[in-house]
Structures are given as C-alpha cells and as structure tokens.
C-alpha cells in the first residue's frame, strides 16, 4: 500500500510541475476574481509643512453603499483592510484646523500580485501661522457733499486658491466690517501657491448737489454702481453751496381788463371830404321829365332831413347837382327816398354813396395793475381811390401803421395812475378823435404776459478767501415786478456748507429787475458742494477706480498682503441727464 502511494505521488509531482508550467497562461483577471478584496493604505500629509504626516485624520471610504471610517495613526497612515476591488472609491479627509478633501482612490491594483494600493492626500494647516493673509480696506464716494470717503461694509472679498484641487475648500471669504476692513486667511502649500482675488461689484445710491429736471438744484441721491475694475466716464458737476431763488410776479398779465371803444361824430353830408356820388341814371323818373328835383334822405335822429338835387332828363337822371343839409348831421350813411319824384321809375338809378366821419376814441374800461401800456390793436375801413379798404394796425401805441391819426396814441392821450390807465384829457374818459374813417374802429387789448426773473449763484459769486457770497448773478431780468413792491430772493444752503447770506432786489420802472444787492454775505460758503476730493476745485470731474493686482503667484504660508481697494465715484446707472446740466 505504501509503495503504492509513492507511486502516486511520484506520479503527482511531473503533473504538478506540467500544471505549474501551464500556470503562466493565468490571468490577471482570474487572479483578481480569485482575490476579490485589497487592502486601502491612505497616507495624510500636511501641504503647507513640507508634507509632514498628519496624524489623528478621520478619513472615509466609501465602498458600494457602505462607509468605512477610520483615524490616520502617528505616521498619518491609515490601511482599510479587504476593500473590494470595483474602480473608484470616495474619499473624505478631514480634521480640525485643517482643510478637508473629498476625492477617489483607484482600487484596481496594477498587478495581481499586488495585495495592496496606497494614495497620498495632502490636506492643509489653518494655522495661521502656516497661512498665508490677505486684508485691506474697501472705501468708495458714496457722498460727493462731504470730504471724507465712504467705507463700503457689508460686502464680500473672496480668495481662490488654486493649488487647493481637490480640497472642497477652494474659496477663503470675508466679510468687510463697519470700517470697510477685510481679512482672508489662505491655506498655502510650502512650495508656494496662485492665488486669485475678488473684489465685489455693488450699487449704492450715491449723494450729491445737482440741477434737477424742473430746474431746481438740490442735494438729492442717484444710483451708482461701483466696480473696481471699471472707469468712470461721465463727469460731476460743480454746484456752489448756496442756490438763489425769485419770486414771480403778483400776476400772470401785466395788468387786466383795460377796453377801448369809439363813437362816430354827427356831421352834415356837404361837409364829409371827397363825398363821390357813382350813379347810372336809370329811366322814366316823372313820366320822362326833364328839369332838376330834389330828392330826400331818410331824417337824422333829431327829424332833419337832407336832400339830394338831381338833374333829369327825359326821365333819366344824368347829373348830381349838390346836397342840401337842411340843418341833417349823420353818424352813419342814410338813404334816398326815391317815392318824393311824381312817378317811379322803369329803371333805377345806381347812386353810390361814400360816407365817412371822424369817431370820438373813449375808455370803457381802465383796468387794473398796468404798469405799462398793454399792446392794443384797431381795425377800421377807410376809402382808397373810390374804393373801401380794410385796415389793421396792430399797436396803436408804437408809432407805425397809423390808420386812426394819431401816432402813440395811449403814450400821448393816457396816463398810469395805481395801475389803471386814465385819459388825460378834460374830456373825461375820451381820449382823441380820430381822422376820417368809413367803418368804426374795433378794438382789441392784449395784455403782456408777466415773466420770471431768473437769478443765480456762480462759482465767481462765492468769495474764495472769505468763503462768502459776494454778488448773485442776473440770468433774466423778468417782467411785470411792481417797483414798489420788487419781489424777494430766497436764498438756501446746499449740503450744509455756509450760512446766513441775505439778498434783496430792486425793480425799474420797466417792471424789470434791475440789480440785486447783499445786505448779509453770510459765511463758510464753498465754491463747489461736490468737491468730494476737499481741494477746492470748481471743475467737473470724476474719480476712476484704484484698485490693486488681483492676480498672486508663489504664494507662501506666513505671507501678508495689504490690498486696499478704492472703488472711486462710481458709475451712473441712471439718465445721465439729471446731472450734466
């Protein structure tokens, strides 16, 4: 029996050597099927100390739907032991004070002999020792009345540090505080990092003196935004710190109601010059007489009654022998009764009459508040070569155009006594007669509108070496004002720069504003309200961005870098009309 198994096993060994031999034909594959688990060796250093190891590490594996946990040892080395073999594995290291990291780990072994896989993770001190610091201030002219600048709180400075991969912090904050200030520590590795800043875009509203769309100039707000990597492109305007304003005129006419109306003057038909008289003689007048005939106008308001003396001939009239007043005056043209001849005529006479009169010029109504003739315009007719014209002059008081005659007739003819305009005449509210007219004169009053003085304050009005106001500047000179009672000047301080300045005015006899004078000049008055850089300046101006280097290369722990940030005046937002006046 002995001997037989001997044999066997004599016969087992040349086997197992022919099966040995045919054993490098086995896979990778197989063996790893075979094996089916390794074991996971983590190593933890320390980036930003030379790749010191890190001990006391929590590192997590994620394997299929389970999490394995562990804690590096002194070495910073931590072994998951029979992970299985399946690709990439999740896996987070953290530990305070340091940066975490969340990253994967190949499991595939390179070779089956291969019973484990090992990865090295950095992760990072935030000791700040071993950091590296960036802070600043962030300040910007929110308010271009005063001379200080703003500091910008409340806003968010980022730093990227690029050499932190796989680090799930990449991106350190901060906050600025009430004074503007930031401070942002960067874990860095020791062999130096690239670090990116971040400075905020924000808008403000942003206060400052302006001319406003109703022209009135006021310390208001507008929109800005500020951006430290953008230019201003528009400019500020230079307003001093005190603004003056005028009353208007007590009216909206330079006086109201005065009327002009007119009378025709009786007068007796042989008296009127260049009376025509254009006639066809028609037919059959007294059954064909011949022989001269009186025939009679209508009567004058009194019954008087004018006639006409023709001659006939065989019933035809053929002459105009003359007029017969009768004792008759007319105001307007009467007409001839034909009925007086024996018998009527086959074929009436044409018989044209040119009647004109002088008119009595009157006040009907003396107004009120005239400080000046109103402008008063006339239309009458008058006869031009046997032919009746219209007539228009426009101002009866400026001397052209005279259809009435009389030139300047309210300047020669009228007075102003407490803004009403009486006749200066005896003859109570006539004021002249006219020439003779074929029509009655219409009149029509328009009054003169008032209008609004216009008075500023200029650069040049404030004193530079005193600080007040000397004199204010007369854009218009208005008119409609009432010299007794000139209108008052309001004067009113802009962003608290100056005091006490008082102003009053005097008006001509035009109604016009004539000169303002300073009773009070006041004092710390500035030349310009936006003179946000406190160098007395008067012109417009703007303030780019100031800003630093926002790009950081080898960056080392322990490093410090100031970096203050100045954001300017900003960029308007708004219509850029509401400023550039």
Not at 6 to 29: G, N, Q
Not at 105 to 114: A, D, H, I, L
Not at 190 to 212: C, H, M, R, V, W
């Amino acid at each position: 029996m002995k001997k037989q198994m001997f044999k066997l096993v004599i016969f087992l060994i040349p086997a197992m050597l022919l099966f040995s031999c045919e054993k490098d034909k086995f896979s990778e594959k197989d063996a790893l099927d075979a094996q089916q688990t390794i074991d996971l060796v983590i190593n933890v250093v320390d980036a930003s100390s030379g790749m010191s190891p890190v001990s006391g590490a929590t590192v997590r594996v994620v394997v299929k739907d389970s999490v394995m946990t562990q804690t590096t040892d002194g070495s910073g080395i931590t072994i998951f032991n029979k992970v299985n073999i399946g690709g990439n594995v999740a896996v987070n290291v953290s530990k305070d004070s340091y940066t975490s990291v969340l990253t994967t780990v190949n499991t595939v072994p390179s070779s089956y002999r291969q019973s484990q896989v090992s990865s090295i993770i950095s992760i990072y001190s935030k000791d700040p020792t071993k950091m590296a610091i960036f802070k600043g201030r962030l300040t910007y002219e929110g308010d271009l009345t005063n001379r200080k600048k703003e500091v910008a709180s409340g806003v968010i400075v980022k730093a990227h540090n690029y050499g932190l991969n796989s680090s799930t912090e990449l991106i350190f904050t901060d906050t600025t505080d009430a004074n503007g200030n930031y401070e942002i520590a960067v874990p860095t590795t020791s062999d130096g990092d690239y670090i990116e800043l971040y400075f905020p875009e924000f808008t403000a509203n942003q206060k400052l003196a302006f001319e406003q769309d109703d022209k009135t100039i006021a310390v208001a707000e507008r929109t800005v935004l500020y951006k430290s990597g953008n230019s201003a492109t528009f400019s500020i305007p230079s307003i001093p710190s005190i603004y003056a304003t005028i009353s208007s005129p007590t009216a909206s006419t330079v006086g109201s109601g005065f009327a002009m109306a007119s009378k025709a003057n009786r007068i007796s038909l042989s008296s009127i010059p260049n009376f025509y008289l254009l006639h066809d003689g028609g037919a059959g007048y007294n059954s064909g007489a011949s022989g001269s005939y009186d025939i009679p106008f209508t009567a004058d308001k009194d019954g008087n009654v004018a006639t006409l003396t023709v001659m006939l001939s065989s019933g035809i009239i053929t002459n105009i022998l003359g007029i017969t007043n009768n004792s008759a005056t007319y105001d307007a043209m009467p007409t001839l009764d034909y009925s007086a001849l024996a018998t009527q005529p086959t074929t009436q006479a044409n018989i044209q009459f040119f009647f004109q009169t002088k008119y009595n010029l009157y006040i009907t109504n003396k107004g009120t508040g005239y400080f000046d003739y109103p402008q008063v315009s006339v239309e009458a007719n008058s006869f031009s070569n046997y032919t009746e014209v219209n007539r228009v002059d426009n101002d009866i008081n400026d001397g052209s155009n005279d259809i009435l005659g009389r030139t300047y007739l309210l300047s020669n003819y009228a007075d102003i006594i407490n803004g009403q305009i009486v006749s200066n005449s005896s003859n109570g509210d006539t004021l002249t007669t006219t020439t003779f007219l074929a029509s009655t004169p219409v009149f029509i009053t328009y009054n003169t509108p008032t209008q609004k003085a216009d008075v500023a304050v200029g650069t040049w009005d404030i004193n530079s070496t005193d600080s007040t106001l000397s004199s204010l500047t007369i854009n218009n000179s208005g008119y409609g004002y009432d010299p007794k009672v000139p209108p008052t000047i309001t004067l009113t301080t802009l962003g608290g720069w100056g005091e006490g300045a008082i102003a009053k005015t005097n008006v001509s006899t035009s109604t016009s504003l004539s000169n303002v004078v300073i009773t009070n000049p006041g004092k710390k008055y500035v030349r310009n309200v936006n003179d946000w850089r406190n160098n007395g300046t008067t012109s417009s101006s703007y303030d780019n961005p100031n800003y630093p280097t926002t790009n950081y290369y080898g960056v080392n722990p322990g490093d410090i870098f100031v970096m203050d940030v100045y954001y300017g005046t900003g960029y308007q937002i708004v219509n850029q009309s509401l400023i550039n006046k």
